[in-house]
Each structure stands twice: as structure tokens, then as C-alpha cells.
T-cell receptor, first 114, second 118 residues
């Protein structure tokens, strides 16, 4: 059974700093890895999707990397801003006969201190 | 069509009552997924549809839960005889699935329906 772990569970950093969020998964036979952002009481916003054949994806100040062999992904946020405060979730897909269900980690709650 | 929508956004009910939630996916998406998220946890898969066919149900989906997607467009999730343990955020996601692709497809989520069972 695929398990996804995110450490730390919570992180506080001063505004302007660069930071890294970590995600690990137990089964390396994944198709995709997605990073999401979730604001309190809200739904999920997709940030980046990395296909299994890719090693990284970038969008603005965000960069996500994927190392399938070690079962790890990182989300790098550059020049953090208070608006980046949210919970960040990673999720993987193992395509089981076409069912592309996402298996999520428990998330990292990020607080950017002004 | 600007994204996945869900209705209602919040539902408070008494234990034992039935509730129904609706999800409207992105219009050209043929796949629709339901997930449940409890406080402090990541979402967990419940069930999914391809067009109108329900192709898989998680063991989390007890017989009190039923989901439909009658015309391959919107979907409903009904919970009968609600219990306090059903209190959670119910999330819907959609994607465009193409079997010929060698990679999985990005899922887009709605805002969720927060259920509170008193």
C-alpha cells in the first residue's frame, strides 16, 4: 500500500526566506506527483504536477523536484511572502487499471511571518 | 466554465438525517472523483466515475453512501442515516482521462462541502 509522508507537519519562516517542503512515498512506481495548496476551510489548488518521466517543474517562485528511485519530492518556495501561508499537500498517483486516484500526505502547514 | 463547483458549501445536520451533495465538474472532463478529508488529514479517495459509470468504490464508502453521475455530467453523493463520524470536508475533482496517454492526468478540485453532523 502506498504511503505518503510530509515532514515537518508545520513550519514557520520569516518573510523573504527561501524554504523547502518535503514529501516521501513508499512505492516508487508512480505515474504523477502533484503539489497542492489548501487555505483554511477551502478546497485544493493545484500548484505543480510532475510526470513520472520528469525530474522537476517550475512555476513562478515555485520549483518541485521528483526523485522516484529514492521516493522523494521537494517543493521549493523562493522569496516567501505572507500570502504563501497555507497547508501544502503532496499526492501521488499509481494507476491501478486506469483508476488515477490520488494518495495524499497529511500536509505541511506553512506560516510566513511578516 | 471556470472550474469545479460544489453545492452546498456547508451543511449542518442532525445524526440520522440524510444529506446529498452535488458536484459539477469542468465541462469537458470525463472523469469525476470524490474524496473525503477529516481535520488535519489529507484527502482520502472514496469513488470515481468515468462518464456515467462508477468504476471503483473505496472500502471507506459504507453502504450508507451512494454516488451517481446519471448523465455523465454532474454527480451527487448521498449519505443516509448520518453519523458523527461522517463529519468531514467532501471534495470533488475532475480530469480528462485518455487511455492512450502514458501519463496520468491532472485533477482539478472544487471548493468542497463541509459536513457537520450534530
Amino acid at each position: 500500500k502506498q504511503e505518503v509522508t510530509q515532514i515537518p507537519a508545520a513550519l514557520s519562516v520569516p518573510e523573504g526566506e527561501n524554504l523547502v517542503l518535503n514529501c516521501s512515498f513508499t512505492d516508487s512506481a508512480i505515474y504523477n506527483l502533484q503539489w497542492f495548496r489548501q487555505d483554511p476551510g477551502k478546497g485544493l489548488t493545484s500548484l505543480l504536477l510532475i510526470q513520472s518521466s520528469q525530474r522537476e517543474q517550475t512555476s513562478g517562485r515555485l520549483n518541485a523536484s521528483l526523485d522516484k528511485s529514492s521516493g522523494r519530492s521537494t517543493l521549493y518556495i523562493a522569496a516567501s511572502q505572507p500570502g504563501d501561508s497555507a497547508t501544502y499537500l503532496c499526492a501521488v498517483i499509481i494507476s491501478n487499471f486506469g483508476n488515477e486516484k490520488l494518495t495524499f500526505g497529511t500536509g505541511t502547514r506553512l506560516t510566513i511571518i511578516p | 466554465d471556470t472550474g469545479v463547483s460544489q453545492d452546498p458549501r456547508h451543511k449542518i445536520t442532525k445524526r440520522g438525517q440524510n444529506v446529498t451533495f452535488r458536484c459539477d465538474p469542468i465541462s469537458e472532463h470525463n472523469r469525476l472523483y470524490w474524496y473525503r478529508q477529516t481535520l488535519g488529514q489529507g484527502p482520502e479517495f472514496l469513488t470515481y466515475f468515468q462518464n456515467e459509470a462508477q468504476l471503483e468504490k473505496s472500502r471507506l464508502l459504507s453502504d450508507r453512501f451512494s454516488a451517481e453521475r446519471p448523465k455523465g455530467s454532474f454527480s451527487t453523493l448521498e449519505i443516509q442515516r448520518t453519523e458523527q463520524g461522517d463529519s468531514a470536508m467532501y471534495l470533488c475533482a475532475s480530469s480528462h482521462y485518455a487511455s492512450w496517454r502514458s501519463f496520468a492526468n491532472e485533477q482539478f478540485f472544487g471548493p468542497g462541502t463541509r459536513l457537520t453532523v450534530l
